[in-house]
T-cell receptor, first 111, second 116 residues
Framework: GQQVMQIPQYQHVQEGEDFTTYCNSS?????IQWYKQRPGGHPVFLIQ?????EVKKQKRLTFQFGEAKKNSSLHITATQTTDVGTYFC???????????FGRGTQLTVWP | GAGVSQSPSNKVTEKGKDVELRCDPI?????LYWYRQSLGQGLEFLIY????????KSGLPSDRFSAERTGGSVSTLTIQRTQQEDSAVYLC??????????????FGPGTRLTVL
């Protein structure tokens, strides 16, 4: 069955360092989304990527969708303490059906 | 506008009791998901409703779990004969019908279930 793998599971960085989380799917995805969940909160939608090779930026966050539409990454430049939380990717396969979430990467930022 | 709401926000129950968790999606959203999240863990898919189609129940962990969605809007997740391992936060999410944003999930605040 379809799976979305996400690594690393945990990442601890010093404030100002960069951070990257990666998602890989066993099958081609029609789109991929990224969500952020702050400690004690619920997941909040960040962005959706649809096109092969697509790159989108939101301030210090850069999102990429692979050429084969099987992998994606989220990169944060110069992390801040406000970036703390768990980042999830979620992808949909080529057929109608549900989204598949990765396990998430829990980011800790030391001041 | 109003977001996804869930009730109750917290539920403490005794092992063996039945519980009902409610989700009110955003008005007009056609898709509705239930997830379970244990402390510090990822999102465990439970069930997915899309319009009038038969729900995808493939994530329900046992026959003690069931869910329904009445009138294409409000959904209720029922757990019968609760066990301690059912303790978790139960999250509901809904998605709009538009072709562009149909996958964007809007999450509710969750119901924290504690089974003693």
């Amino acid at each position: 069955g379809q799976q979305v793998m996400q690594i690393p599971q945990y990442q601890h960085v010093q404030e100002g360092e960069d951070f990257t989380t990666y998602c890989n799917s066993s099958t081609t995805l029609s789109n991929i989304q990224w969500y952020k969940q702050r400690p004690g909160g619920h997941p909040v939608f960040l962005i959706q990527l649809v096109k092969s090779g697509e790159v989108k930026k939101q301030k210090r966050l850069t999102f990429q969708f692979g050429e084969a539409k099987k992998n994606s990454s989220l990169h944060i430049t110069a992390t801040q303490t406000t970036d703390v939380g768990t980042y999830f990717c979620a992808g949909r396969g080529s057929t109608l059906g549900r989204l598949y979430f990765g396990r998430g990467t829990q980011l800790t930022v030391w001041p | 506008g109003a977001g996804v709401s869930q009730s109750p926000s917290n539920k403490v129950t005794e092992k063996g009791k039945d519980v009902e968790l409610r989700c009110d999606p955003i008005s007009g959203h056609t898709a509705l998901y239930w997830y379970r999240q244990s402390l510090g863990q990822g999102l465990e898919f439970l069930i997915y409703f899309q319009g009038n189609s038969a729900p995808d129940k493939s994530g329900l962990p046992s026959d003690r779990f069931s869910a329904e969605r009445t009138g294409g809007s409000v959904s209720t997740l029922t757990i019968q004969r609760t066990q301690q391992e059912d303790s978790a936060v139960y999250l509901c999410a809904s998605s709009p019908p538009s072709a562009i944003n149909a996958d964007t999930q809007y999450f509710g605040p969750g119901t924290r279930l504690t089974v003693l």
